[in-house]
């Protein structure tokens, strides 16, 4: 582990030499003295200190002795030096040690018995390490909690004022939302302006703090340390992969906590370019679903009375007949099953196999279709890359970034880490387009305001700029001359008018763009919903990978196309196979040799393919009546989908609708048969994140009642209906897949990916081409006097799907408000006020609701959190079926707004 | 014993036998007893006096005032040794700041009367008192609960404080009441916070 001079890492420095405790150390100059010392190895106390933010001084533990100075030196503000001389041992640097210790704690309040890091306080460790029995002169400070803030309260009396949260906040989440400030006297941690918090409640000062003064409103006081069982798990709300601890005593969750602590306060700053170990608010805040009331405890099942509580027997006896009728009187084709992404691998491949081998057809798909696919399916066509190209260090280690269509601090706000740390220590720069003025934009360098909706405009006009400036990497394209020259004639033929009145970019901020991205050695593209959410999804993708095919940047390493999925195992589902066109591996299904080798390995025939069994071909085969089953995992189609793709008539009209989730959803409401599934905290097994990396997910409780893991119901459903799955956990599955994907698990590290764009570019492109660049219908003017309002259905920081609002804690910081989120201008020239009532009208019908000001919208642009469906705005959405890829795009609409 | 061993003469044995010499000892005995008073007590008329350092049966106590000593820390739940005490705490709605237990359970089936648990109290909330009659045909009235056990303590007040004495933990005495802290408004004399 290679030391790096604490600012900036990737400094080269001048080699020192100096000598700790009479050994000699090799160092970079301008470290930290500290850094130094913790790199052979001894520990000396610090309680202001954490790897993840520059040294600040304030707790004087962290004393030594450097020869030539008379008083003892706070080694973490020093910088080593050559020649210095340094002693760490000793016991007048011990006495000294104890006065600063007895410092903190003539002002601490001893009130460990009702603290809540009692036993987990490093004031504690170090008052009992340093023998301080005795306190003279004991001042505490009688201050009231702060308690403004939502989620977390502050209790100045215990605080040393050691300024780890505000650093933490400051340097590493790039919020800065807390301050010091002085108060009759006393100086207090508080949030900006002496007011309640606003902030991303990301918890990394909870979580640095290294007393309890920062406290966690939803377990205060609830635990000791020493009561909880600690689990170390993967985060199940966004494809980041964060490791977390889950805490429990007995059957509850009481909190869940990160590595990120002030426990583990020694690493290479280095190191943090992949992470630095923290939670958002929703890993962090966001448990109490696992343990949740309405959670179901029972198979039910639905009589003329309702539902009525059934045991596991009975239930899966009807459920297997039902099925075995319906395989034999309609064939496997009447059956189709759809799974979420929040499952394990090995569910999702368990799953596949069932519906594949057990079942006999290949009408499956996951929750990857609503976007990801978009994207895993382009790059697999052009780069024969399936996943994100870039992990989280050459995100960091990026010289440009280019965000397009993604709000990244909101949907994945611990990778949105990663694209800060690139700003603010390896002095990235950034250009983000988007329409809103998102918090990432806000930090951007080069901010890049784009009309709402116009992602995909936008992709093509930066390739325009690309070639027509003459920002091609001469290399990459001379390879392929055809390819380049149909590229060429494709962007000829759109005009830069239209293209700036669509997106409201000029060709000027096009070019700058561009030519920023074309320039930089390490370039990295990142999008998300609003590329591959959205109409075009799938072309869109591959106009980006154009953009860095022909400045160089696709086979470059450090650079990449990458797309973040939204669901903690969207890239599982789509490697797992889980979608009615890919087979695990990502291996084509029509592809008849990797038919025939999973056959084999499953001792099976497999159905024909059948390339069009997409989630909304089965919807729409489930409409007429073609599918008479429907097999729903943690899916939830009717709270999802827009009422215009006929969702509720699909689902009403199968003969059996099987609903397996952890709680009864709206979808839950109509099946005929609803089975107990466990949350991730009740699995054993694995998260592919977004990197590619693949997460150990471990159980903290007990299943809920009768609950069963997913895979458990799998493999009975299997054996039951004739083909014997019989796996004693979710290792043997694990063994099956390790079997059939050599490599996929690699020690969870993600295997690195080269795109391969040669062939594509050679067959095939020359094809595509012109079709991805042509001239994409437009609005018409009538239409836009008609509804002027560019509505985006999206997600909010608080949220993650629908499973989040099942969480009290998330739902006390961002409960659902029924409002439509406009720009304040807009808001006046309407003349809305908080209590008036708008109908909302599209094209597909109209809802009435309130409003409520967001002064990150721009003007004509309106949002709702696609979190709830009160009301149901989502309703208003036209859903437009991508003809590759089968993906629905359904979040973006124009609406006329009247005031009521 | 070694003389008892010694054969004794016939006409000893006959003499023995005749006169029923072991019936005199015995009786010798008996009659003597008779006039000597008991070493053993007619339990459960009559009753021993307990030494006040006795460890029996725990009690939760509470301040003059007639509040909760207890404040839910969980020390004495990680001091047991056998894993008899569960504390669930939270916070007390009436006074903020601090913290109280909701639940209390003393299984006093596994509990070895060791009284770790009452050093290891901040606020000497749990004490050993001397009562050790608490025999039951039902097992489940052994796991003492809060009510329980403030009852006992109520009870048993004075045997509580005793202990408390006897065990060097508390003093009658003013000056040993910064030792009996009540948390936290009373550390060093604080005022309770004002809730905004």
Redesign the interface.
């Known amino acids: 582990m290679a030391l790096k001079p604490v600012t900036s890492p990737d400094t080269e420095a001048p080699t020192i030499q100096l000598t700790i405790d009479g050994q000699p150390v090799q160092t970079k100059a301008g470290v930290s003295l500290y850094d130094v010392i913790s790199e052979t190895g001894k520990i000396i106390p610090a309680m202001c200190y954490h790897y993840t933010f520059d040294p600040f001084g304030s707790c004087g533990m962290c004393l030594v002795m450097v020869e030539g100075k008379k008083a003892p030196v706070r080694s973490c503000t020093a910088k080593a030096e050559g020649g210095m001389q340094v002693r760490t041992e000793g016991d007048d640097l011990f006495q000294a040690r104890k006065k600063a210790v007895e410092k903190h704690l003539t002002i601490h ?6 603290c809540d890091a ?2 987990h306080c490093e004031l504690q460790d170090m008052a009992f390490q340093h023998g301080v029995t005795n306190l003279v002169n ?3 400070k ?4 702060d ?2 803030s939502l989620v977390l309260d502050f ?1 100045m009396n215990r605080c040393i004022l050691c300024g780890e949260c505000i650093n933490i906040c400051k340097d590493v989440q790039m919020v800065d939302a807390l301050q010091f400030f002085k108060k009759e006297g006393t100086t207090h941690v508080v949030a900006k302006g002496d007011e309640g918090l606003v902030c991303e409640f990301c918890g990394d000062c909870l979580a640095v703090c290294p007393v309890g003064a920062i406290t966690n409103k939803y377990s ?5 340390p ?2 909880l069982k600690k689990t170390t798990s993967t985060c199940a709300y966004c494809a980041d992969g964060c490791q977390m601890s889950i805490e429990t005593s007995g059957k509850a969750v009481q909190r869940v906590t990160s590595p990120l602590s002030w426990k583990n306060k020694w690493g290479d700053r280095a190191e943090t370019a992949k992470g630095h170990g923290g939670l958002c608010v929703r890993g962090r805040f966001g448990f109490q679903y696992i343990d949740s009331k309405e959670r179901l405890g029972m198979p039910l099942v639905r009589t003329e009375e309702g539902f009525v509580p059934r045991s596991w027997f009975e239930v899966m006896d009807a459920v297997v007949g039902q099925m075995k009728a319906i395989k034999t009187q309609h064939g496997p084709n009447a059956i189709a099953g759809l799974i979420t992404a929040r499952c394990t691998n090995e569910e999702l491949y368990l799953f596949q196999k069932l519906m594949r081998a057990a079942i006999g057809t290949s009408q499956v798909d996951s929750s990857a279709r609503y976007g990801h696919l978009n994207f895993t399916r382009a790059l697999q066509h052009a780069a024969g890359v399936g996943r994100m190209m870039n992990g989280y260090e050459e995100i960091t280690k990026a010289n440009v970034l280019l965000l397009i269509g993604t709000d990244i601090t909101e949907t994945n706000p611990v990778a949105s880490l990663r694209v800060k740390e690139a700003i603010r220590v390896y002095g990235a720069q950034v250009i983000v387009a988007t329409s809103r003025l998102t918090n990432i934009a806000k930090l951007a360098s080069h901010p890049l305001p784009i009309a709402a909706g116009s992602e995909r405009w936008l992709i093509q006009a930066l390739v325009k700029a690309a070639v027509e400036e003459d920002l091609v990497d001469e290399a990459a394209t001379t390879a392929t001359p055809e390819a380049f020259a149909a590229l060429k004639a494709a962007v000829a033929g759109l005009s830069w008018e239209a293209l700036t009145a669509r997106t409201g970019v000029s060709r000027e901020a096009a070019v700058e763009a561009v030519r920023l991205y074309a320039e930089a050695p390490k370039a990295v593209i990142l999008c998300a919903e609003g590329v591959t959410r959205q109409i075009e999804g799938y072309a869109s993708v591959l106009n980006l990978v154009d953009l860095a095919w022909v400045t160089g940047k696709l086979t470059r390493p450090g650079c990449g196309v990458n797309a973040l999925p939204e669901e903690a195992n969207e890239q599982g589902a789509v490697d797992m196979g889980v979608a009615s066109e890919l087979l695990p591996g990502q291996a084509l299904y029509a592809d008849e040799d990797a038919r025939t080798k999973f056959a084999t390995a499953w001792r099976c025939s497999l159905p024909p393919p059948d390339p069009s069994a997409t989630l909304m071909e089965i919807l729409k085969r489930c409409r007429e009546g073609r599918i008479k089953a429907l097999y729903l995992v943690g899916e939830n189609p009717l709270a999802t989908l827009p009422a215009s793709t006929g969702v509720q008539e699909a689902l009403e009209k199968v003969q059996l609708l099987i609903c397996q989730d952890p709680f009864l959803t709206e979808t839950g409401r109509l099946a005929h048969v609803v089975l107990p599934a466990t949350t991730f905290a009740e699995k054993d097994g694995t998260f592919t994140n977004l990197e590619g990396k693949v997460n150990r997910v471990r159980p903290a409780l007990e299943p809920y009642e009768e609950a069963r893991p997913d895979w458990e119901i799998f493999a009975a459903l299997g054996t039951a209906l004739g083909y014997p799955m019989e796996y004693e956990a979710a290792q043997d599955v694990q063994r099956e897949i390790m079997k059939l994907l050599p490599g996929y698990y690699n020690l969870g590290e993600p295997r690195p990916v080269t795109a391969r764009p040669e062939g594509y570019l050679r067959d095939g492109y020359v094809r595509e081409v012109a079709a991805r660049y042509a001239a994409n219908t437009d609005r018409t003017e009538t239409d836009q006097a008609v509804r002027p309002f560019a509505l985006t259905i999206g997600q909010v920081l608080y949220h993650s799907g629908k499973l989040s609002a099942r969480a009290s804690g998330l739902l006390q910081l961002y409960p659902s408000k029924g409002r439509l989120q406009m720009n304040p201008e807009d808001l006046a020239q309407l003349q809305l006020g908080p209590q008036d009532v708008v109908r909302v009208t599209s094209t597909r019908g109209s809802v009435e609701l309130r409003t409520g000001p967001n002064h990150d919208l721009a003007r004509g642009t309106c949002f709702f959190p696609d979190h709830f469906n009160e009301p149901p705005v989502k309703d208003l959405a036209e859903c437009v079926v991508d003809p590759t890829t089968g993906v629905p795009a359904f979040k973006f609409t124009h609406v006329a707004i009247e005031k009521l | 014993m070694t003389e008892k061993t010694e054969e004794k003469s016939l006409l000893r044995e006959v003499w023995d036998a005749l006169s029923f010499s072991e019936i005199r000892t015995a009786m010798r005995v008996a009659l003597k007893h008779m006039f000597v008073k008991p070493v053993t007590f007619q339990y459960p008329r009559e009753k021993r006096t307990i030494p006040d350092a006795h460890r029996g049966a725990l009690g939760l106590l509470r301040y003059d005032d007639g509040t909760e000593r207890c404040v839910g820390c969980d020390l004495c739940e990680a001091a047991c040794p056998s894993r008899c005490i569960k504390v669930v705490s939270a916070e007390n709605p009436e006074r903020p700041l601090s913290r109280y237990a909701t639940e209390f359970y003393i299984d006093i089936t596994k509990c070895v009367f060791c009284g770790y648990c009452v050093e290891a109290c901040p606020v000497n909330a749990l004490a050993m008192t001397k009562m050790y009659e608490y025999s039951t045909a039902d097992k489940r009235q052994l796991i003492f609960d809060k009510k329980r056990l403030y009852e006992i303590g109520e009870k048993h007040i004075e045997d509580a404080k005793r202990y408390l004495y006897a065990h060097n933990q508390e003093k009658n005495d003013t000056e040993s009441l910064q030792y009996r802290y009540k948390f936290p408004h009373q550390v060093a004399g604080l005022t309770p916070p004002q809730d905004s």
Do not use: S, T
């Not at chain 1, 009688?142 to 909690?145: A, F, H, K, R």
């Not at chain 1, 205060?220 to 000791?224: A, E, Q």
């Open positions: 309040p001893l009130d460990c018995p009702v009692d036993g004991a001042k505490p009688g201050l009231p909690e308690r403004r209790n205060k006081y609830i635990y000791k020493w009561q």
